[in-house]
């Protein structure tokens, strides 16, 4: 049977505050970036994981391994959850996550910004052809 594994990590990020959504399941993770602006509340994450869960755009799976779980004594989980809390930044697997899907996201506009620019010159150079052959006809 498959573990589906979801986390959300809401942590502040020079100005705003963000909330990561990282989805792991079958050795792959994949990874959403929502911006909340001001400090959420406990009830206003809440509500936005009801409502707006399953509108989010995860971006493109990357592989990892799951480690398996064993029985950890219940001090060290605590000393586990303490670094957890005072180290509040991105797991390194989510950045490349985050970053392989702005890439992608990068790498479109930039295929589109360069389609238009070309359709661009091709319409200009029409234009050209069209005033030279006005102007060799005597108009």
């Known amino acids: 049977m498959d573990k589906v594994c979801e986390i959300l990590q809401v942590l502040f990020e020079e100005p705003f505050w963000i909330g990561v959504f990282e ?7 994949s990874v959403c970036k929502v911006t909340f602006g001001a400090e ?20 493109p799976t990357v592989e990892f391994k799951m480690k398996e779980k064993e029985k950890v004594n219940p001090k060290r989980r605590q000393r586990e959850v303490k670094k957890q ?7 390194t697997k989510s950045q490349q996550a985050i970053k392989l899907g702005q890439e992608e996201v990068k790498l479109d506009r930039k295929i589109a910004s360069k389609k238009r620019c070309e359709e661009e010159k091709a319409f200009q150079f029409a234009l050209k052809q069209q005033k030279k052959k ?5 108009r």
């Open 85 to 91: 809390l005072k180290n509040a930044t991105i797991g």
């Open 40 to 59: 959420p509340k406990d009830y206003e994450v809440k509500n936005f994981v009801l409502s707006n869960y399953y509108n989010l755009r995860f971006g």
């Open 134 to 138: 006005e102007k060799h006809k005597g």
């Open 23 to 29: 989805k792991r399941q079958e050795g792959k993770l």
